[in-house]
């Protein structure tokens, strides 16, 4: 995949609104061959309605959210803090106390089989 360089109007994109357990997030979307490129925010007392088993690197922009894995284990996120899991390794979701702002990127490099070791 070849990507020409371009900007990125955040304010053009239009928000859509998906609800979680409890609370809401809006997503900016912006799509390309292969690449999800997304601009997200979660109300206050957001909690995802799903495990997600997708891959993703997320950079959290503004405040601060919780992203909990299935085993129980849970990291907090600040701003300025990333986190990167591939897809199907493991399952996740997002807790926000007071809301948050997040840049979250994913796509088929994330795939299980194209693996990456960071040493």
Same mark, same amino acid.
């Given at each position: 995949? #070849?990507?020409?360089? %371009?900007? @990125? %109007?955040?304010? #053009?994109?239009?928000k *859509? &609104?998906?609800?979680?357990?409890? !609370?809401? /997030?809006?997503?900016?979307?912006?799509?390309?061959? !292969? $690449?999800?490129?997304?601009?997200? *925010?979660?109300?206050?007392?957001? $909690?995802?309605n799903?495990? +997600? %088993?997708?891959?993703?690197?997320?950079? +959290?922009? &503004?405040? *601060?959210? =919780? /992203? &909990?894995? =299935?085993?129980? *284990? @849970?990291?907090?996120?600040?701003?300025?803090?990333?986190?990167?899991?591939?897809?199907?390794? #493991?399952?996740?979701?997002?807790?926000?106390?007071?809301?948050?702002?997040l840049?979250?990127?994913? !796509?088929?490099?994330?795939?299980? %089989?194209?693996?990456?070791?960071?040493?």
């Amino acid at each position: 995949m #070849s990507i020409p360089f %371009q900007t @990125i %109007q955040w304010d #053009s994109i239009p928000k *859509e &609104e998906h609800h979680g357990t409890t !609370g809401t /997030s809006f997503w900016q979307v912006l799509q390309l061959p !292969g $690449l999800r490129i997304r601009l997200v *925010e979660y109300s206050a007392g957001y $909690l995802a309605n799903h495990w +997600c %088993q997708k891959g993703h690197i997320v950079h +959290c922009l &503004e405040g *601060e959210f =919780e /992203s &909990e894995l =299935e085993t129980g *284990e @849970i990291f907090t996120l600040t701003a300025g803090m990333s986190y990167v899991v591939s897809d199907d390794a #493991s399952s996740h979701r997002s807790i926000s106390k007071n809301g948050v702002k997040l840049l979250i990127v994913d !796509g088929d490099f994330l795939s299980a %089989q194209n693996s990456y070791i960071v040493s």
